[in-house]
């Protein structure tokens, strides 16, 4: 019972934040395509599809920074109110172990950042198979999985900041986010990502666990 | 932690290289029809123009030197010669032999686009056109129309059964055209098949032309680049699995190995000059450059290299391998393809800084409150061996993310 109004606290906080960037980023999703059709209408298919298999041409390329920016929106709505006036320590009171508090948080973050993703994800693969073969979308897939990825790491590295209590620290851990993010989201050509992408994977399940220094130093005190 | 290493690992050697990187400049290396040596031009501070015997010239004499490749400025000068070897010089002649030709490691590793054109080689039209449709060879060879993004049954089967029964092994491994309609014509695709084998395949007046090359028994090619040179000799540079580079002769398909020795496909450029009188086949890789020149029956004449210190044994590198135990990065300039590469410094000098600073990290510790040694020792161990193996990396990422779980 306690779990579930926990999490209801959690959907509070973030739903309209969240509504609104799916929304945005599905409008997003829908103007790529828009794009992609207007430039089959204009250069013949085959030409586009020559653009895209031989001259690098990304069509998804406004995705980019995206999912970036989704995984920022939602830990700014979930964290940040907890730092005002330090209320996280409530949280902290309840009868249930801190940890798991803290982790509960963020497999609520990571649970709607997965299932936004996964909507324009599958929206992306789904509405380019009218358009396009499977070797064109295979390498849109390798190249937008980093992306998103990304957008899950920013989630994890804001989480830490904005929890954490102590402002030089706040500062390094930025520094760190700054130098660490941009590996999602080094420009290649499309597909080039591929043999990448496990390691980033495995990374980003790594940073999920981060959260839990800034949570372990809150409850300490240290300010 | 381990992010906040790699995090240093990558962006400080960035920034350092950044700072303290300098360019290296590869002399470039001719060989002379005219005195039958090789020409080398230094760039850097001044412009050094030099033969093999160490003769100096100025940029006039260079170039007189170098009459196939200088020849409109010669022309212009009005000192082109007349005859060079006793032949005389017809400037349409020279031009069609002319033939320029680079490869980079990038060109190999690269993502395979997976669909190619397949342009109509006796169109009767001037120029080519792209066509409706694209193929793939896995299979079965398949080709899909664009516009309507549907398999074109018709002309699959077709294609397919031409392939099939010169005895073409399903899937491709390997697709090599020229994918453009900015060449003087189409010759199609060389395609390595599953067993190995290479054939040439192209469209003739809507019908699959495939002609099954044969090859030396156990001959493995790293990569192909088809060429479209004015003068048709030959249809590809093909690189073995060896190093070693091949030319495919045009109608006769014999396999031709140039006399060039072997290179390193995955780390060199090969670059192949052809003129009217040699073909310059020059190496270049890290830290040096090797030409060799070739007449035009493809017989070595001479060979010419150079070695100069590698970045890392310069005194920024050496600095570098003081200060970091090496470098992680995601990209590398001779691969298209990211992922994860850790260079570690060829030198472990960087091990005394690593110890220095795991020393100055166990004193920070011991001057903390209520520490005790053995506290020191037993908390801190992780953090200590950190230190000692990722050095400056590991020092910064431990001191931005203290091991407070062992408190």
């Known amino acids: ?223 | 932690m381990l992010v906040a290493v790699m995090a240093a690992a990558t962006a400080l050697p960035q920034l350092y290289w950044m700072i303290f990187g300098k360019p290296v400049r590869t002399p470039f290396i001719m060989y002379s029809c005219v005195d039958d040596l090789f020409m080398i031009q230094r760039t850097g501070e001044t412009m050094v123009r030099e033969d093999t015997r160490g003769n100096q010239y100025t940029r006039e004499e260079y170039e007189e030197k170098l009459p196939m490749l200088y020849m409109r400025q010669l022309m212009l000068s009005g000192t082109m010669m007349d005859t060079i070897r006793g032949i005389a010089i017809d400037a349409r002649e020279v031009n069609n032999a002319r033939s320029t030709f680079r490869y980079k490691p990038s060109d190999r590793y690269t993502p395979d686009p997976g669909l190619y054109p397949l342009f109509e080689a006796e169109s009767g039209r001037a120029n080519l056109e792209m066509p409706e449709d694209y193929f793939r060879i896995t299979w079965r060879m398949e080709f899909t129309d664009a516009k309507t993004n549907k398999v074109d049954e018709e002309k699959s089967r077709l294609f397919s059964a031409a392939l099939y029964h010169k005895g073409f092994q399903f899937p491709a491994v390997k697709i090599a055209g020229i994918p453009t309609t900015r060449k003087s014509c189409d010759e199609g695709y060389l395609v390595v098949d599953a067993a190995h084998q290479l054939f040439h395949v192209k469209m003739v007046r809507g019908k699959p032309y495939v002609r099954n090359v044969e090859l030396p028994e156990g001959l493995r090619f790293e990569h192909i680049a088809c060429v479209d040179f004015r003068d048709r000799l030959y249809y590809a540079y093909l690189i073995d699995k060896g190093g070693e580079t091949w030319i495919l002769t045009q109608d006769d398909y014999m396999l031709v190995k140039l006399p060039v020795g072997s290179f390193n496909p995955a780390s060199e450029d090969m670059r192949i000059y052809g003129d009217f009188f040699n073909y310059n086949v020059i190496f270049n890789g890290d830290g040096f450059v090797r030409a060799v020149a070739l007449d035009k029956d493809f017989n070595k004449i001479d060979e010419y290299g150079e070695t100069w210190k590698i970045r890392m044994e310069l005194p920024e590198g050496k600095a570098f391998t003081w200060l970091f135990p090496g470098t992680l990065k995601l990209e590398s300039p001779n691969s298209n393809f990211l992922k994860f590469r850790v260079e570690v410094n060829p030198v472990a000098r960087w091990i005394w800084l690593s110890l220095a600073l795991a020393a100055l990290h166990f004193l920070l510790l011991s001057r903390g409150k209520g520490y005790t040694l053995r506290k020191n020792l037993t908390g801190h161990l992780a953090d200590l061996a950190i230190i000692v193996v990722s050095g400056i990396f590991g020092f910064l990422a431990v001191n931005i993310f203290p091991n407070r779980f062992f408190d």
């Open chain 1, 1 to 223: 019972m306690l779990i579930r109004s926990m999490i209801f606290k959690e959907w509070v906080k973030v739903r309209w934040f969240l509504l609104l960037y799916t929304l945005l980023a599905v409008l997003a999703v829908a103007y790529i395509f828009i794009r992609v059709r207007h430039d089959i209408t204009f250069h013949e298919a085959n030409n586009y599809w020559y653009f895209i298999l031989f001259q690098g041409h990304s069509w998804f390329r406004l995705l980019r920074y995206i999912p970036l920016a989704g995984g920022l929106v939602l830990a700014v709505a979930q964290y940040f109110p907890e730092t005002v006036n330090k209320r996280i320590k409530l949280t902290f009171h309840l009868p249930v172990e801190e940890n798991r508090s803290l982790l509960m948080m963020m497999q609520f973050g990571t649970l709607c950042l997965l299932a936004c993703f996964l909507l324009l994800f599958l929206l992306l693969c789904g509405l380019s198979r009218v358009w396009f073969p499977t070797e064109i979308i295979f390498s849109a897939v390798v190249s937008v999985t980093p992306w998103f990825l990304a957008g899950f790491a920013a989630y994890y590295l804001a989480a830490l900041i904005i929890l954490e209590p102590v402002w030089l620290r706040r500062i390094l851990y930025l520094l760190v986010a700054a130098a660490f993010v941009p590996l999602y989201l080094t420009g290649s050509v499309p597909g080039g990502y591929g043999p990448a992408i496990l390691a980033l994977f495995l990374l980003t399940c790594l940073l999920s666990v981060a959260l839990l220094f800034s949570g372990y130093r809150f409850r300490k005190g240290e300010m």
